[in-house]
């Protein structure tokens, strides 16, 4: 299991480029927005944005991937049971997230969205996550016993 993981200023974009039928999304997870359409669900995550105008870039995107040698134990259930402990070992807790899964590449993904505003108006810290991402996955890759 690999991670991806960018920031941003427009939840629009990334929350389209999730969602986009083309990928053959399909939404597994989410937390604290209103799924009614696009727009509702967009605006949601604008609206919490709304606790803490001054972070710049308060989108979070991560894709975790996964090896196609793992699609026959890849459920959408466990992909959300990876994922949400993915989260929380990121410290990206008590937030607003979606995780739609892609089905347009061989290998299995998944794409999370979240607001770096928590429900409190305070900044999830994204302090050195690219390393406390690499080893994140490579305990989850050993504790759910993937290639």
């Known amino acids: 299991m690999i991670a991806k993981i960018t920031k941003g200023s427009n939840f629009a974009g990334v929350l389209r480029y999730i969602l986009n039928p083309e990928k053959q999304t399909e939404l597994i997870d989410a937390s604290g927005v209103r799924l009614k359409d696009m727009d509702t669900i967009i605006q949601s995550f604008e609206r919490q944005q709304e606790l803490n105008p001054r972070i710049s870039k308060p989108v979070g995107h991560i894709s975790l991937d996964f090896s196609a040698q793992d699609s026959d134990k890849l459920t959408n259930e466990t992909?959300?049971?990876?994922?949400?402990?993915?989260?929380?070992?990121?410290?990206?807790?008590?937030?607003?997230?979606?995780?739609?899964?892609?089905?347009?590449?061989?290998?299995?993904?998944?794409?999370?969205?979240?607001?770096?505003?928590?429900?409190?108006?305070?900044?999830?810290?994204?302090r050195n996550d690219?390393?406390?991402?690499?080893?994140?996955?490579?305990?989850l890759t050993a504790k759910y016993g993937l290639y």
């Open 79 to 126: 992909m959300v049971q990876i994922a949400r402990d993915y989260m929380s070992r990121m410290g990206i807790t008590d937030t607003q997230y979606i995780i739609g899964r892609h089905h347009d590449k061989d290998h299995p993904h998944i794409h999370i969205a979240y607001n770096r505003i928590d429900n409190n108006g305070n900044t999830i810290t994204d």
């Open 130 to 139: 690219r390393f406390r991402s690499e080893k994140i996955c490579k305990e």
